[in-house]
Antibody, heavy 121, light 107 residues
Framework: QVQLVESGGGVVQPGGSLRLSCAAS????????MHWVRQAPGKGLEWVAF????????YYADSVKGRFTISRDNSKNTLYLQMNSLRADDTAVYYC??????????????WGQGTLVTVSS | DIQMTQSPSSLSASVGDRVTITCRAS??????LNWCQQKPGKAPKLLIY???SLQSGVPSRFSGSGSGTDFTLTISSLQPEDFATYYC?????????FGGGTKVEIK
């Protein structure tokens, strides 16, 4: 069965950096695009970034563009999110999610349990 | 960016009720509309993709309809485990925006 396990969250000061990881299993990781989605405390879901199956195309929300970088290592079945210049409003639970199986559709069909990032001095 | 507007933002219903949640896109998105369910402290779970396709393992009391800009999620007979928050999301173009959510509570 599909499993996605995020790690790397924690408390960081404003302006700091953090790298999140998402270990994938139960499917052919190198065949699917992957998303990062976040949820601030008590708020709704916000899409953050997407990377194609081969890593060649990446898309970002305007709120993180230029600060966050999505990447993947298909040899390790792992997705990453490098977060730089962190701000208080980046505080959220960060979920990784697998692209669904329908061709040419970027929906997410499985989600990890999330990792909490807190930006605070 | 495409804005997604859900209504209502919350509703109270009883077990066995028929529940309808609507989602409107600020521009046409064909059928690139998806619904997920989230329970407190848990990850979202996909219910419906491509407006009306039921995700594997999801009970048939959930259904989706619509195309263009107007979409609906229907729960035909609300069950105790369905009390949760529901989100629509468009996957037509980046950024892949979510609606604000609809919290379904027990009456």
């Amino acid at each position: 069965q599909v499993q996605l396990v995020e790690s790397g969250g924690g408390v960081v000061q404003p302006g700091g950096s953090l790298r999140l990881s998402c270990a994938a299993s139960g499917f052919t990781f190198s065949s699917y695009g992957m998303h990062w989605v976040r949820q601030a405390p008590g708020k709704g879901l916000e899409w953050v970034a997407f990377i194609h199956y081969d890593g060649n195309d990446k898309y970002y929300a305007d709120s993180v563009k230029g600060r966050f970088t999505i990447s993947r290592d298909n040899s390790k079945n792992t997705l990453y999110l490098q977060m730089n210049s962190l701000r208080a409003d980046d505080t959220a639970v960060y979920y990784c999610a697998k692209q669904g199986t329908q061709a040419y559709n970027y929906y997410s069909d499985y989600w990890g349990q999330g990792t909490l990032v807190t930006v605070s001095s | 960016d495409i804005q997604m507007t859900q209504s209502p933002s919350s509703l109270s219903a009883s077990v066995g009720d028929r529940v309808t949640i609507t989602c409107r896109a600020s521009q046409t998105i064909s059928t690139y509309l998806n619904w997920c369910q989230q329970k407190p402290g848990k990850a979202p779970k996909l219910l419906i993709y491509a407006a009306s396709s039921l995700q594997s393992g999801v009970p048939s009391r959930f259904s989706g309809s619509g195309s263009g800009t107007d979409f609906t999620l229907t729960i035909s007979s609300l069950q105790p485990e369905d009390f949760a928050t529901y989100y629509c999301q468009q996957s037509y173009s980046t950024p892949f925006t979510f609606g604000g959510g609809t919290k379904v509570e027990i009456k």
